[in-house]
């Protein structure tokens, strides 16, 4: 029996491999399949847009009154395309100008609560212990208020500001992200590849940043977007009890509490505020849902 | 089952403790003297020393915690600095009127929300399924005050089917028994004041009943979906069984478990969503006491109506729990 001499076969070390695709390029896939989610993007990105450009879409300032009766509570028009209110200002001008604070509340608020989320969540679930224990009785406590309770009470300690109203709202989605966090360190925690890098002499740290946060980044983008949505109607609401944005500003919640009067001679001045609080808020929910089945389909339901 | 029950009560405790904390140091929080910020920069020196004695703020905040913390045991909940009377009585009938209008948004979320998860479920890709999911997503979307606002616009202004706010006529009020104006109407045999009752009850509980609605609906739809898969439910109908039955009895028996779990997380959710309701219909509640409260900076008002909520939303969601593990005797706690 002879040995095949024939040195020139190669067994593939690889097999066809240029099929494989990242991870993330394969999410893009999916969520683009998924009708709803794609308006979800449409709607936010409408209104980002809107935000950027407002002083190149709205016609007038958001302040710029004109008491004559003429001007006052008109209906919508070609001039007013959603009338004006009750000092004679344009409601499309500040609309428009709305979705900048809204979403630049939202935003902020959501980035203050993941930082100060993760932090807590990875300091709980890396060090365990009594550490643990103590940050999740801090989490367990601030989840025993109805979440726009506990805001309300921050607002009212604080003083009812814009400024506050986003601490309240970033306090009060903490839990949410920190508790997320802690579990996915926990469940890494366990994972071969930490302790070889422990065995290799890694810092905490370096662990930490190079192991577990990687791992996190899919579950809080989509816990994230869906806590944009609920951050802008909270926003919205203590605008609304007049806990959050100071006249003249126009956030939505503040003008729906100012028009409130007028419900019976000028419901305009309340419908197209709060329409676009709804379509926001809808925009960041469908774009949620849409990237939860796209990048982590265990987290469906 | 016990020894569950026992362990879950005992890990109340460092969370009721916390939550007192946290509402002990409102008032104490408040940026500057908390005694001048409450009278105001006109307030005179004596009322500004007189009112810090009352709240107990010349004290160690620790004495106070433990003042505070052993009124709370004696059912002491403060005076409010607006009416002068004693918070634990004032309290009732706006607990009262919050529960009743919570009960009746429950009752309705859960009514229309099983049923059209069961029916879009059972009909999957219809068009009722397709336009209860619509209505659901854009339900968890809303922004309830606005919701409200629009009810008034066109069922109380433009239709004039309802009154726009409030409890009961005001032209007829109600004798109070219970506080629970529809238990008081029926036990007085008043049928024109329970019809007034309800068409006051109407819009608000539709409002609050917004959210939990459409999540309710949302769960039911996916567990129904996940267990109509189940090979059980193939024999069911294989057998011959009216698809009625196998929905309403043999499904819904194996889907109830998550949609209990979030009934009474929505339960709990209601509380803080009744603020809001209360104060677009002028719902005599309690998120309407602590929105005035707040705007007389009545802080004693503030932090008890805040403590009570949050008793009772920790106390819903044991509830939920000790249901959850009792009803379901697959699910093992350690």
């Known amino acids: 029996m002879e040995l095949s001499t024939n040195k020139e076969i190669q067994v593939p070390i690889e097999p066809a491999e240029d099929k494989a695709v990242s991870p993330w390029l394969e999410a893009w896939r999916s969520f683009r399949k998924n009708k709803l989610a794609v308006i979800g993007t449409f709607i936010v990105l409408f209104f980002v847009l809107l935000a950027i450009f407002a002083p190149y879409i709205a016609p007038e300032g958001i302040n710029e009154q004109k008491l004559t009766a003429s001007d006052r509570l008109q209906a919508p028009s070609s001039e007013h395309w959603f009338g004006t209110d009750d000092f004679g200002r344009d409601v499309f001008s500040r609309v428009v100008y709305g979705s900048r604070i809204s979403l630049w509340v939202g935003f902020l608020a959501v980035m203050g609560s993941i930082v100060v989320g993760c932090l807590l969540g990875i300091i709980a679930g890396y060090y365990g212990k009594w550490v643990d224990s103590v940050i999740s009785r801090f989490f367990d406590i601030l989840l025993a208020f109805p979440s726009i309770l506990l805001a309300i009470a921050i607002v009212a300690v604080l003083g009812p500001s814009l400024r506050n109203a986003l601490i309240a709202i970033a306090v009060i989605n903490i839990p949410n992200f920190g508790r997320l966090i802690r579990s996915r360190v926990l469940s890494v925690k366990q994972e071969e590849y930490i302790f070889a890098a422990k065995a290799v002499g890694m810092k905490n740290s370096r662990i930490l940043f190079h192991h577990v946060m990687p791992n996190s980044i899919a579950p809080i983008i989509v816990q994230g977007t869906l806590a944009i949505a609920t951050a802008i109607i909270e926003a919205a609401a203590l605008g609304f009890l007049g806990l959050g944005a100071e006249a003249p500003n126009p956030e939505w919640g503040k003008m729906l509490s100012d028009a409130r009067a007028f419900l019976t001679q000028a419901p305009w001045t309340l419908f197209f505020p709060g329409l676009a609080i709804v379509l926001t808020v809808l925009g960041f929910n469908l774009m949620g849902d849409g990237l939860r089945d796209a990048l982590d389909p265990r987290m469906k339901n | ?334």
């Not at chain 2, 109407?202 to 979906?225: E, K, Y």
């Not at chain 2, 949609?259 to 998120?287: C, D, K, N, R, Y």
């Not at chain 2, 403590?307 to 350690?334: E, G, S």
């Open chain 2, 1 to 334: 089952m016990f020894s569950y029950t026992i362990k879950r009560l005992l890990s109340l405790i460092p969370v009721l403790l916390g939550l007192t904390l946290i509402v002990f140091f409102m008032i104490r929080a408040i940026p500057g003297n908390p005694a001048q910020i409450i009278l105001g920069q006109l307030a005179t020196k004596e009322a500004v020393a007189e009112l810090t004695k009352q709240l107990g703020l010349d004290q160690p905040w620790y004495t106070q915690f433990f003042q505070y913390l052993g009124g709370l045991f004696t059912g002491d909940l403060g005076e409010s600095l607006r009416t002068k009377s004693p918070i634990n009585e004032e309290i009732w009938p706006f607990l009262a009127a919050t529960a009743e209008l919570a009960f009746c948004a429950m009752i309705i979320a859960i009514v229309i929300g099983v049923n059209a998860g069961i029916i879009s479920a059972w009909f999957q890709n219809s068009w009722f399924d397709y336009v209860a999911m619509i209505l659901a997503l854009i339900g968890v979307s809303m922004p309830i005050f606005w919701l409200g606002l629009m009810e008034q616009w066109v069922f109380a202004i433009n239709l004039e089917w309802l009154p726009t706010s409030g409890r009961e006529n005001v032209r007829a009020p109600i004798e109070s028994i219970t506080n629970f104006y529809i238990l008081d109407t029926l036990i007085q045999g008043r049928m024109d004041q329970f019809w007034e009752v309800v068409k006051h009850l109407v819009m608000p509980s539709f409002a609050l009943a917004t959210i939990p609605m459409a999540i309710i609906a949302r769960i039911t739809r996916s567990t129904m979906l996940e267990v109509m898969k189940s090979d059980f439910i193939r024999t069911a109908r294989a057998k011959g069984l009216r698809m009625f039955w196998v929905v309403y009895k043999h499904s819904l028996k194996n889907a109830i478990i998550p949609v209990l779990t979030i009934i009474g997380l929505q339960t709990g959710l209601l509380l803080g969503g009744a603020i809001l309701t209360e104060t677009i219909f002028s719902w005599p509640g309690i998120g309407r006491y602590i929105y005035d409260a707040i705007n007389y900076r009545d802080y004693p008002v503030i932090q008890s109506g805040i403590l009570i909520i949050a008793v009772i939303f920790v106390t819903i969601n044991l509830i939920v729990d000790l249901l959850y593990a009792a009803i379901d005797p697959r699910i093992k706690y350690n």
